[in-house]
């Protein structure tokens, strides 16, 4: 139990004093950028990892949360914090939806069933506009501290909640797989028809899977409208679900910290090391080429010290 817990409190302590030791403000900007991305990543998890299903549509929530949240404050004339409640919610309904309609299919089908979903949004969003500015997009202020008048516009306070936020979130994700429905879509990842025989709701269970995964897209989503500045229809395209989809599968779909790790090879080591866009395509071609061949369940696997201990135990002893 300890040592579990050292596991958690060693690195958040670490991401709770960088921002004291890195004083860059450019540094601080892409460890925010690789919160959010994140936050991406954990969402699509719950599907590729734990559900065993590959959405191709998943920006789709990601661009809702944030253009609910938006909306919501212009037009309703609410804060910030009372939009990303309603963009939540909302956006959860919209997952409802598209879950009870996509999830009776399976593989590809499903995969181009929520790719579907996800262009229809886009070109709502790009044709409303009275509503949503279109092409133009919408501008969105950073947010205040709730109940003062302190203004998150600073980067390292903005960096702080981005971080209590992705802690929340993998504590949610911790502490949902200690639970019978978090034991049920395991079961189904790893047979569906077994997990029927012992009395799970497949159906069920995979759209309860899917709206939480949506919750958590457009989460990242409110928080990436003011980190930005504006948001336009491009945040509901596929370029979001490729970048999250490859991030699960580099860092380890199905463990609890894998969408952490590939988030951070993706957002943080490019900007260490400098790399140009395209010189960024060659390498992240590269390490997923290289992740397939060696080490298909991901950089998480490989940190699982006591598995691959018994692993080389086992080689050892012929």
């Not at 929530?61 to 253009?67: I, S």
């Not at 203004?151 to 504590?171: K, P, Q």
Request: aromatic content about 14%; proline content about 4%; hydrophobic content about 55%.
């Amino acid at each position: 139990m300890m040592k579990t817990r050292l596991a958690y409190l060693v690195p958040s302590a670490i991401f709770l004093l960088i921002p004291l030791v890195v004083t860059n403000p450019y540094y601080l900007k892409i460890l925010i950028t690789f919160g959010i991305y994140s936050l991406l990543a954990f969402s699509l998890n719950f599907i590729v990892g734990y559900i065993g299903e590959i959405s191709f549509g998943h920006a789709a929530f990601f661009g809702l949360g944030a253009y609910f949240s938006a909306l919501t404050m212009e037009y309703l004339g609410v804060n910030f914090w009372v939009s990303l409640v309603l963009s939540l919610v909302l956006t959860g309904l919209v997952g409802l939806f598209v879950g009870f309609l996509s999830l009776r299919l399976k593989g590809v089908h499903f995969a181009i069933c929520t790719l579907a979903f996800a262009e229809i949004f886009r070109l709502l969003i790009l044709n409303l506009g009275d509503w949503t500015r279109g092409a133009m997009g919408i501008s969105v202020a950073r947010p205040k501290v709730p109940f003062t008048d302190i203004s998150l516009g600073s980067d390292l306070l903005f960096y702080y909640l981005v971080f209590a936020v992705v802690v929340i979130v993998i504590a949610f994700n911790r502490r949902i797989f200690a639970t019978p429905f978090g034991k049920a879509m395991l079961a189904i990842r790893e047979s569906g028809l077994l997990a029927s025989s012992i009395g799970i709701h497949i159906t069920r269970s995979k759209i309860a899977a899917f709206v939480i995964s949506t919750i958590i897209a457009a989460l990242a989503g409110v928080l990436y409208a003011p980190y930005i500045g504006i948001i336009t229809p491009n945040m509901l395209s596929v370029h979001y679900t490729a970048t999250g989809l490859l991030m699960v599968i580099l860092g380890g779909r199905g463990y609890l910290l894998g969408p952490l790790y590939g988030a951070f090879v993706f957002t943080v080591l490019p900007e260490i090391f400098w790399m140009s866009p395209e010189m960024q395509l060659v390498v992240f071609g590269l390490l997923l080429l290289l992740c397939i061949l060696f080490m298909p369940k991901g950089i998480a696997s490989l940190l699982q010290l006591r598995k691959l201990g018994s692993i080389i135990r086992a080689k050892n002893g012929g």
